[in-house]
């Protein structure tokens, strides 16, 4: 796949856990839209790049990409590797 390198619009779906997480590494002017009991919804500007997609893997089901699809899909593409890799048995 090939990165873009323009920035766009990110949105993923945290555990509050990760509140200062993600204002360390995106820092303050990030856009919350949602706060739940559990969680909350924010939108940031980054390219989808392997920095990207590793800082999102490092978290495992503590952080959800909710857009845009190609890094939905690229999460997908690593997960599908990596059961290959290992599979049952």
């Not at 839209?33 to 390219?47: H, K």
């Amino acid at each position: 796949m090939m990165y873009r390198g323009d920035p766009g619009t990110v949105t993923l779906r945290c555990q509050n856990s990760m509140t200062s997480i993600v204002f360390d590494r995106f820092g303050k002017d990030v856009l919350i839209s949602e706060i739940g009991p559990d969680s909350f919804t924010v939108s940031i500007r980054s390219s989808v790049s392997p920095t990207l997609v590793s800082w999102i893997l490092m978290f495992y089901d503590r952080v959800e990409v909710l857009r845009p699809g190609e890094l939905i899909d690229e999460l997908r593409k690593i997960a599908e590797t990596v059961l290959k890799t290992y599979p049952n048995g």
